[in-house]
T-cell receptor, first 113, second 118 residues
Framework: DAKTTQPPSMDCAEGRAANLPCNHS???????VYWYRQIHSQGPQYIIH???NNETNEMASLIITEDRKSSTLILPHATLRDTAVYYC??????????????FGTGTRLTIIP | GAVVSQHPSRVICKSGTSVKIECRSL??????MFWYRQFPKQSLMLMAT?????????EQGVEKDKFLINHASLTLSTLTVTSAHPEDSSFYIC??????????????FGPGTRLTVL
């Protein structure tokens, strides 16, 4: 799986958009970008994933650059409950026998009141 | 989304004892489950892949005789830490993909079990 690089920490004011970057310059054509987050002392939670088009769901938006070498997760109106470690993971789409997730160090996002 | 539970949520044991952690898929069948370990201020590290009805697959460097995995049913996998020592103190997390749903590319994680070995 391609490696990812994320800033170790970020702060964001409550109510503002939180933009979390991720570099994945060695991503291959069949690899997706996945985002998970982990609130303190809990299991990780799936947020969103995408291949090359931008994606949006009820939690966040995912913007992938045209060359696919980087992406940005956007939390449009951050709340205190969004304080967590956010993990960007690159992996082929899940199929039987290929569902393992390899976690990097992630970005610790702190939402400031 | 699908729900994965773990029991117990936290356990404290004496050095040399064995501890069993359960991971259950509550509303779907999980033929595969994953076990992770997370030390304080570190990321999740995959320990092993649990396969229903067959032997688990362990990641490099993980002792299979120390971390026994049993996946005896389609909704339950257990991790037993045998002869636990203080260095085994960690946060253990399981996960499972819901292969039968449209959310297959998501993966559902349990809430974790905090093990403290005295």
């Amino acid at each position: 799986d391609a490696k990812t690089t994320q800033p170790p920490s970020m702060d964001c004011a409550e109510g503002r958009a939180a933009n979390l970057p991720c570099n994945h310059s060695t991503i291959s054509g069949n690899e997706y970008v996945y985002w998970y987050r982990q609130i303190h002392s809990q299991g990780p939670q799936y947020i969103i994933h995408g291949l090359k088009n931008n994606e949006t769901n009820e939690m966040a938006s995912l913007i992938i650059t045209e060359d696919r070498k980087s992406s940005t997760l956007i939390l449009p109106h951050a709340t205190l409950r969004d304080t967590a470690v956010y993990y960007c993971i690159v992996r082929e789409a899940a199929h039987f026998g290929n569902e393992k997730l390899t976690f990097g160090t992630g970005t610790r996002l702190t939402i400031i009141p | 989304g699908a729900v994965v539970s773990q029991h117990p949520s936290r356990v404290i044991c004496k050095s040399g004892t064995s501890v069993k952690i359960e991971c259950r898929s509550l509303d779907f069948q999980a033929t595969t489950m994953f076990w992770y370990r997370q030390f304080p201020k570190q990321s999740l590290m995959l320990m092993a892949t649990s396969n229903e009805g067959s032997k688990a697959t362990y990641e490099q460097g993980v002792e299979k005789d120390k971390f026994l995995i049993n996946h005896a049913s389609l909704t339950l996998s257990t991790l037993t830490v045998t002869s636990a020592h203080p260095e085994d103190s960690s946060f253990y997390i399981c996960s499972a993909p819901d292969r039968g749903s449209s959310s297959y590319n998501e993966q559902f994680f349990g809430p974790g079990t905090r093990l403290t070995v005295l």
